[in-house]
């Protein structure tokens, strides 16, 4: 089956409490903008996108396959786009604005997150004109090209967040939300904020459209290996991840995540012991590697090896309280295991 993203926007998820710098997180989101433009049969296309610099807009190119005009609006507000710098591969675009005068955002490093940290996506859902947010946490990290991380999220989004922006608790900008896999329980995707660097260098264009496909947009075998394994995790097709961590690993021997990947396989497919060493890899290339630990705990306290899980819930309390007392939660032990 065709793996097909769609590149969407944002939801506002308000049951959840984040202990979040709000006050930092309302001059966040003054940095959010709406990017427009006509297409050609009158429609109007429209996604988000995160003012950078004076006068300086990052969002996806995706946005501008079809209007020849595109403009920016803050508010009631509106902005003429004078021209861009485009990654197309990297679906990164940079807009020039005329006089925009509105303060920038914090830029932050995708390469500083921790896994379960807590996340905020700020961006224009279905067009409406004032930024929604939408709360959740960091599930992985994964270095790609360059520097900086594509980031993984449970932050939701939906159409007209494309180019939105993915701030981290402190309201630093850290990365721009892109794509999702298909399907009521999505992986979300946001690029990282470091490929502003290598874009501010490219050349600067005028002219629109602006054609060509981003790597998500490849064909499933030419995809991202975090990309190939999405699906499978999430259907629970347990062979099919395994064969495609095996590759990544052949690939990426000291990727950490890959080694998960085959161990949640493995796990699932009744191979304990080979998911116990494909764990184990995993932590040895990164000891805060929460849900490795949080799956060798799991399986040691079903064999009943206690001593182990006292170890694996220490090295988690050293990572994240909350993390470590979930984990004592869901094995049914003290906070002390």
């Not at 394994?229 to 347990?238: C, F, G, Q, R, S």
């Not at 060798?296 to 007392?325: C, F, P, W, Y």
Request: hydrophobic fraction near 40%; glycine fraction near 8%.
């Amino acid at each position: 089956m065709k793996f097909i993203i769609a590149a969407l926007g944002l939801l506002c998820l308000s049951s959840e409490s984040y202990a979040l710098d709000w006050e930092k997180i309302v001059g966040a989101t003054n940095s959010i903008v709406m990017v427009r433009g006509y297409n050609p049969d009158g429609s109007m296309a429209y996604g988000s996108g995160v003012i950078v610099a004076q006068n300086k807009v990052m969002t996806n190119c995706h946005i501008f396959r079809q209007t020849k005009k595109p403009w920016v609006s803050h508010g009631e507000d509106s902005y003429a786009v004078l021209s861009v710098q485009a990654d197309r591969y990297h679906d990164l675009c940079l807009l020039e604005v005329d006089n925009l005068a509105i303060p920038p955002a914090p830029i932050g490093k995708s390469t500083d997150l921790k896994k379960n940290q807590e996340m905020i996506a700020i961006g224009h859902s279905s067009g409406v004109p004032s930024p929604i947010t939408s709360l959740g946490t960091l599930k992985s990290l994964y270095p790609f090209h360059n520097n900086g991380n594509v980031i993984r999220t449970n932050a939701r989004f939906a159409l007209g967040a494309s180019g939105s922006g993915l701030f981290d608790d402190s309201g630093n900008l850290i990365g721009i939300n892109t794509f999702k896999t298909p399907g009521r329980f999505a992986y979300f995707y946001a690029l990282p904020v470091e490929w502003l660097d290598d874009l501010q260098k490219l050349p600067i264009e005028n002219q629109f459209p602006i054609i060509g496909k981003a790597f998500w947009e490849e064909d499933d075998d030419q995809k991202p290996f975090f990309m190939q394994m999405a699906l499978p995790e999430i259907n629970e097709d347990w062979p099919k991840l395994g064969q495609v961590a095996e590759t990544w690993i052949k690939t990426e021997p000291t990727n950490t995540e890959a080694w998960y990947e085959l161990g949640l396989a493995e796990e699932n497919m009744g191979h304990s012991d080979l998911a116990d060493k494909a764990y184990q890899k995993s932590i040895d290339l990164d000891p805060s590697n929460s849900d490795t630990l949080i799956r060798l705990g799991h399986m040691a306290s079903d064999r009943g090896d206690t001593t182990k899980v006292h170890d694996i819930h220490l090295a988690l309390l050293g990572i994240n309280q909350e993390i470590a007392d979930e984990f004592a939660k869901n094995i049914g032990c003290n906070k002390q295991c």
